[in-house]
C-alpha cells in the first residue's frame, strides 16, 4: 500500500512519525508525497494547547474525506478521540503510541484485502537522505504536572535500552544526518526506570562513542531531573559529538504558581542549573519555555517570570498563553480573563524578542563550523553552529556538509553567515 505520513508537534512526533515511515517502507509499503497518491494516511496528532487540537480534528477531517483509511496515532489516541466523530470515523483506525510497531502489521493485513490504488501513482522522490534525524529516548514522564496533557497521552516513564539508543544514532548517522535529536518528555529522566547504575551521562557517553561527523542535540529536561545528575552531565556534555545547547523549561518564575503546576523545583533551580551551564560552556544556547496566564496567576507572579527571563537571557524563549486540557487538574481552575493572558503574552514576547536579538548580536563577527540541515529559497541554506544557533548563509552547500561560516548579522530567531572559502 502507498502511504502518506503526516507528523505535528514536538521532535519526539516527529521522530515517531520518521519512524513509522521507514518501518513502513521496509515492509514493503511506500512512503508517497501526498495523500492524493496514497492507499492511506498515517497522521502522528499532537494535543498540547486547545488551538493545537482543533487544528488537529479539522485535518483528520481533511483526510478522511479523501481517503480510503487513515490511521489516526499521537497525543489525542485514546484521550481525545471522541472528537474525531462524523464521515470518515468508519475508515479511521486508532493506534496509541506505545502500539506504533504494530502499523506495518496493520498494513500487510490491508493489503491482503481489497483496497483499491487510486490510479496513476505518483511515488515521493524522496532525494538525498535527510540531514536530520530524531532517537527517542523514552515514552512517559516522572513528572505530574497538573496541565500537561502529554504525560497522560504517554503514561509513566519507560525508558529504551542505551544499546537501542545507540543503535538508533548509529543508524541516523550511517543515513547521512548530521543532526541527531535525542527526544523524550524529558531526557534527564532518562534510566530512572531501569537499575541505578543507569542514568543520562552514561548514555550521553555510549552515543559519544558513534563514529560519524554529526553532532548530537539533547532535547528538553526538566529542572528536577538534570539537578541531581547535573555535575555528571556537563562532564558528558563535554563529547565532541554534542551540540553546546541546553533546553530547561522554567515555565513561571513565580515559586507559588511552580508549585500549583506542580512541576517540582523552584525558580532558584532552575537559574542555578542555566547559569552552572552558562559557566562551563560559554556561547552555550539557551532555549527555555514559559506558560503565561496559568489560573491564578498575580502581575507579582507575571512579573517575576519576566525577572528571571531579564537574568537569565536566554536566546530563545517559547511562550505559550495557558490552554486547560481535559483531564487534568489545572483545567478545573477559573481561567484568567482572555484579555489579561493575551497583555501578559504580548509582554514577555516583546521581552525575550529584546533579549534574544541582543544574544545573537553578541555573536556578530565570530566565525566556526556549520552543520548544513536544510536548503532555503533563492540559493541559501540553513546550518547550525556548535552552540545549535540557526544560521541563513549566502549559498547552498550540500546538506549533511560541514562549512566554515562567518557570522555577519542577526535577526531575534536566526544568524546570518557567509560561508568561507578557506578551511579550518
Known sequence: MRVYV???????????????????????????????????????????????????????????????????????????????TGPGRDRTTFVPIRAQASLP????????????????????????????????????????????????????????????????????AARGAVEIRLTGLDTAAWGVDLAPEHRLPGLLRAVDRVAGEHRIRVG???????????????????????FRFLHLPLQSGSDRVLAEMRRGYDAATFEACTREARERFPGLHLATDVIVGFPGETLDDHRATEAVIDRVRPETVN???????????????APLPPRVAKSRSRALTELRRRIARERMEERIGTDGPAWVVEHGPDGTAVARTASYLPVVLDRRPALGSIVPVAIVGARSTYLLGRVRDESF
Not at 538525498?128 to 527517542?136: G, H, L, N, S, Y
Open 220 to 242: 528538553m529536561m526538566s529542572p528536577q531531573s538534570l539537578a541531581p545528575i547535573r555535575d555528571d552531565y556537563w562532564d558528558a556534555l563535554r563529547g565532541p559529538h554534542f
Open 6 to 84: 503526516e507528523s505535528y508537534g514536538c521532535s519526539q512526533n516527529q521522530g515517531e512519525g520518521a519512524a513509522i515511515a521507514r518501518a513502513l517502507d521496509a515492509r514493503g509499503h511506500p512512503v508517497v508525497g501526498s495523500p492524493d497518491d496514497a492507499d492511506a494516511a498515517v497522521l502522528v496528532t499532537c494535543g498540547v494547547i486547545g488551538p493545537t487540537e482543533a487544528r488537529m480534528v479539522r485535518r483528520w477531517r481533511t483526510l478522511a474525506d479523501r481517503m480510503p483509511r487513515v490511521v489516526v496515532t499521537g497525543c489525542l489516541v485514546p484521550l481525545r478521540t471522541d472528537l474525531l
Open 319 to 333: 511562550v505559550t498563553r495557558f490552554s486547560p486540557r481535559p483531564g487534568t487538574p489545572a483545567a478545573r481552575r
Open 105 to 172: 502489521d496493520l498494513f500487510d493485513g490491508w493489503t491482503r484485502g481489497s483496497v483499491v490504488p487510486p490510479p496513476s501513482p505518483i511515488l515521493l522522490q524522496l532525494g538525498p537522505p535527510p540531514a536530520t534525524a530524531e532517537v527517542i529516548l523514552a515514552q512517559g514522564c516522572t513528572s505530574g504536572c497538573s496541565y500537561c496533557f502529554s504525560r497522560l497521552a504517554r503514561g509513566s516513564l519507560t525508558s529504551v535500552p542505551s544499546e537501542e539508543v545507540a543503535a538508533g544514532v548509529a543508524a541516523a
